[in-house]
């Protein structure tokens, strides 16, 4: 058939329609979004009428029961994103596969380009061909085309989990069927585009994701079994579909395998490197989360020509028999002693880190009132008196502010920060007794007290750089630098108020940006690099002691007798940060203390080193943390539960036994005045006899 402009973009919307009516329930929304991306680029050449393509596709999912408003914004959507340049089929030659975007390309591997090794093309894929199945049994498979930005609605979206369970999800993969729909068995043809299984990898987050593959156009989502117990391992799990330069063949597949599974991205499942491998469509579980980046496509040829060996572009020294040398060395060194840990000042605290921590990520977590600031700068005063240097990074306290808190630390909590920072004479006269500004002089701790949402993730790396500048590492006696021998510490207050790259980044992308930047800054620099996060709004309450409002839950009086691990994900958008982290703490207080005590229990759901754990703490006067004796700790914990007993006693109560029991109680305690008034009388008329008889 001799195709012209108008009878193609004519047959590309009977394909658009088509996919309409075929589209599985479930996913009847997607299926408009991305047949109206078909022919979008057709409606912005002029080859055809806008009119006709919202006419046709309405009617079609009018059909399948859409609402016509929800018709109108899905069509909306795509045909905006329509550029003149679609293809044409006069434009290449037929004998060859089609894949998504509207070209072809031949099976035969063939040296189409002369780009670097290993670099992103520039050619952004738009298109994508994608084989969908119905359920997992099924054999019988459909094409699609989509777009990213389909591919990325598809992901934000998520589908319901099914009542039987991930089984009963619908399934597609990235392979070509010989002849869709084929059901006399599949024969793969051509894969379009790459599937990461990310299964048994503990750094699986966005903020690593955009490390590994930012340079490439990916989509992401966690799998059904995200942070559930998989093989005895509870971790983050997900899988990225990522951009191709062209289709792959099966004999093509498996270098292009080993280039991406090589283990420089991460722990890659070796389903990868099946070519006919199904995987489950997104589904919504708890804590699910999806990415999209924008980038190149991996170049198939020039991996291809270097055979899938070489994994990093050339310079980089991570490639395993370059750097297991100098990191066994490291090792070794770790061993003698000669990399040292930074201390935190609680004995018990730093037993659980193993006697302290080594240069990496780490986040704390707290509601408002529980001192997340106060034990940041504890920590640092005290890291910072045993020589290690540290810089405290504020986007919401001034300089008074942080000056105060850091005398206050140094007073022993004997004068109050809040007395300091109000200029209380007695206060700033002990100050200045006590040498404590002196002290604080000697130390190697700098401060910056930056603007929220003004100081951002390339700040951080230029402060680090400053840091590592003027605190160097040791040099060997041949002037070589020791990695780990001087590390320093980065305190950020707080995460959630640090700016973004661009003027509109929302809270999760800032957050995503300050991981990545942190992560780099640790292993660059060895560094230790402490984020302070506020709480999930979601979250408030089981941290901040107000507890769940259901009668008879008594989870939040009584928090160091849960599992610390159920803390993770408490922070506000920063469940991508705590995934990625070396070691999270959070702050919880219990709920009887929430008003009245200092008492504040501080949870370790994740450290990579060592197993989670509780520690009890007393937020002294409101300035200082110290950790209280076993005793002190087992009685208020006995007195938690007698106050939890008498709580469940009076909930089994019936109305009467309730107001009589309160009667009884408030003529105990109005008695037990009177007899506190008679004593005192007594004691103030002994006074009198004995002053006038002298």
């Known amino acids: 058939m001799s195709w012209t402009r108008e009878t193609w973009a004519q047959h590309k919307l009977d394909e658009a329609c088509a996919r309409i009516a075929g589209a599985p329930d479930g996913n009847r929304h997607g299926s408009i979004v991305s047949a109206a991306g078909m022919v979008a680029d057709y409606v912005a050449d002029g080859a055809i009428a806008e009119s006709v393509v919202r006419a046709a596709l309405t009617s079609e999912a009018t059909k399948r029961g859409k609402k ?13 994103k329509g550029s003149p340049g679609a293809w044409y089929p006069d434009q290449q030659e037929r004998d060859s596969t089609v894949w998504g975007d509207g070209k072809r390309y031949a099976l035969t591997p063939r040296a ?8 992103p093309t520039r050619h952004v894929t738009r298109d994508v061909r994608l084989t969908m199945y119905v359920g997992k049994t099924q054999r019988r498979g459909t094409g699609m085309d989509f777009t990213w930005g389909d ?18 999800l619908p399934l597609w993969g990235g392979h070509e069927l010989k002849g869709d729909n084929n059901h006399k068995g599949r024969t793969c043809i051509a894969m379009h585009a790459a599937f990461l299984d990310y299964d048994d990898e503990q750094a699986f987050s966005p903020a690593m994701l955009k490390s590994w593959w930012g340079e490439y156009t990916f989509v992401a989502h966690t799998s059904a079994s995200h942070n559930k117990e998989k093989n005895g391992v509870v971790c983050p799990r ?41 995987y489950y469509v997104p589904a919504r579980t708890e804590d699910y989360w999806w990415l999209e980046n ?16 070489e994994g990093t572009p050339e310079g980089d020294s991570s490639h395993v028999t370059e750097w297991s040398e100098p990191a066994w060395s490291r090792l070794k060194r770790r061993s003698e002693g000669l990399e040292p840990r930074v201390e935190l000042p609680w004995p018990r605290m730093n037993h659980a880190t193993g006697g302290g921590l080594r240069p990496g990520l780490y986040v704390l977590v707290g509601p408002t009132g529980t001192g997340k600031s106060q034990w940041a700068l504890q920590w640092g005063v005290h890291a910072a008196q045993q020589g290690v240097p540290v810089m405290c990074i504020s986007l919401e306290l001034d300089e008074p502010g942080m000056l105060s808190r850091k005398l206050s630390i140094l007073s022993g909590g004997f004068v109050h920060w809040s007395d300091l920072y109000g200029g209380c004479r007695d206060s700033i ?11 604080l002089m000697r130390l190697p701790i700098h401060s910056i007290c930056a603007p929220p949402h003004k100081w951002h993730s390339e700040d951080l790396k230029a402060e680090a750089e400053k840091m590592r500048g003027w605190y160097p590492n040791d040099t060997d006696k041949d002037g070589n630098e020791i990695r780990g021998s001087k590390p320093f510490m980065i305190i950020v207050d707080y995460l959630q108020v640090m700016g973004g790259l661009r003027d509109n980044d929302t809270v999760r992308q800032r957050v995503s940006e300050a991981a990545a930047a942190a992560r780099e800054i640790a292993r660059s620099y060895d560094a230790i690099v402490l984020m302070i996060s506020s709480t999930a709004r979601t979250k408030y309450d089981a941290l901040g ?6 009668k008879g839950d008594y989870a939040a009086w009584i928090p160091y007798e849960s599992d610390p691990r159920n803390y993770i994900g408490t922070g506000k958008e920063s469940g991508e940060i705590e995934f990625s982290c070396d070691a999270l703490f959070v702050l919880v207080r219990p709920k009887q203390d929430a008003s009245q005590s200092p008492w504040v229990y501080v949870a370790i759901p994740k450290m990579r080193t060592r197993p989670s754990s509780w520690n009890g703490m007393s937020f002294y006067q409101g300035c200082l943390y110290v950790e209280p004796s076993k005793e002190e700790q087992d009685e208020q914990q006995a007195e938690t539960r007698a106050i939890i007993q008498r709580m469940k006693d009076a909930s089994n109560m019936t109305k009467e036994e309730r107001a009589k029991r309160r009667s009884e109680e408030q003529t105990r305690a109005r008695r037990q005045k009177q007899r506190e008034h008679v004593r005192n009388t007594s004691v103030d008329a002994d006074e009198d006899e004995d002053f006038h008889g002298s």
């Open 238 to 278: 997900g899988r990225v579909i990522i951009a191709l330069s062209r289709p792959v063949t099966p004999e093509e597949w498996p270098a292009v395998a080993a280039w991406l599974m090589n283990g420089k991205r991460g722990r890659i499942g070796p389903e990868t490197a099946e070519f006919d491998r199904m």
């Open 112 to 119: 189409t380009r002369e780009s670097p090794p290993l670099k």
């Open 68 to 80: 016509e408003s929800e018709i109108r914004r899905a069509i909306n959507h795509s045909l905006e």
């Open 429 to 439: 006269k002990y100050i200045e007794e006590s040498r404590c500004q002196h002290e």
């Open 545 to 550: 002691g107000a507890g769940s409002g259901k």
């Open 151 to 168: 591919l990325a609605q598809e992901a934000e979206a998520g589908v319901p989990m099914p009542k039987e369970g991930k089984d009963g």
């Open 294 to 309: 924008a980038g190149g496509s991996i170049d198939v040829d020039a991996i291809l020509e270097s055979g899938g060996k």
